[in-house]
T-cell receptor
């Protein structure tokens, strides 16, 4: 399975600022996925990033708040913009497993907004 | 849409005992059911999965069972060890990446 490097692993940010999270995969993948995991809760898909096209956002998530870049087949970034304490979560990137079932996740970015 | 319920939310067992986590789903079109283990400070890791054409699957100390009629599936961990302590998520997939719904997670604590 692919190996995903995600950084930063954690950050504490001031309200109103933005944070960009990076996700690097050790192999070329068509789609990369960004998830949010709020404290003590499950995983919610934010958006899907395809190389060479605009990201596809799920209901409740908008590009202005969570802009995504996908410059090549091994890299993606997620920016959390104009942060508020409600954005405090773990953000995870993931890719489909080689055989097409299930996902491989990065180690996550634990974001605290103060 | 799909709704996945997971129970219990927390589970404590003595080392060596068995642990069972149960999930129910609502969408009869769901055909793939993975289980993920998330250790502290790490991302979820797929540990076992089952497809709708199979009723049971086992991998060493872990097993998953599926009852399509009742729309529920369970994770069984035997001879638990302290390193099994983690949060476990079930998921149901009815096709495609947009059709994956995760359960709310079970925090398993194995007491030495």
């Amino acid at each position: 399975s692919a190996v995903i490097s995600q950084k930063p692993s954690r950050d504490i940010c001031q309200r109103g600022t933005s944070l960009t999270i990076q996700c690097q995969v050790d192999s070329q993948v068509t789609m990369m996925f960004w998830y949010r995991q709020q404290p003590g809760q499950s995983l919610t898909l934010i958006a899907t990033a395809n190389q060479g096209s605009e990201a596809t956002y799920e209901s409740g998530f908008v590009i202005d708040k969570f802009p995504i870049s996908r410059p090549n087949l091994t890299f993606s970034t997620l920016t959390v913009s104009n942060m508020s304490p409600e954005d405090s979560s773990i953000y995870l990137c993931s890719v489909e497993r080689d055989r097409g079932y299930g996902y491989t996740f990065g180690s996550g970015t634990r974001l605290t907004v103060v | 849409g799909e709704n996945v319920e997971q129970h219990p939310s927390t589970l404590s067992v003595q080392e060596g005992d068995s642990a069972v986590i149960k999930c129910t789903y609502s969408d009869s079109a769901s055909n793939y059911f993975p289980w993920y283990k998330q250790e502290l400070g790490k991302g979820p890791q797929l540990i076992i999965d089952i497809r709708s054409n199979v009723g049971e699957k086992k991998d060493q100390r872990i097993a998953v069972t599926l009852n399509k009629t009742a729309k529920h599936f369970s994770l069984h961990i035997t001879e638990t060890q302290p390193e099994d302590s983690a949060v476990y998520f079930c998921a149901a997939n009815s096709g495609g990446y947009q059709k994956v719904t995760f359960g709310t997670g079970t925090k398993l604590q194995v007491i030495p």
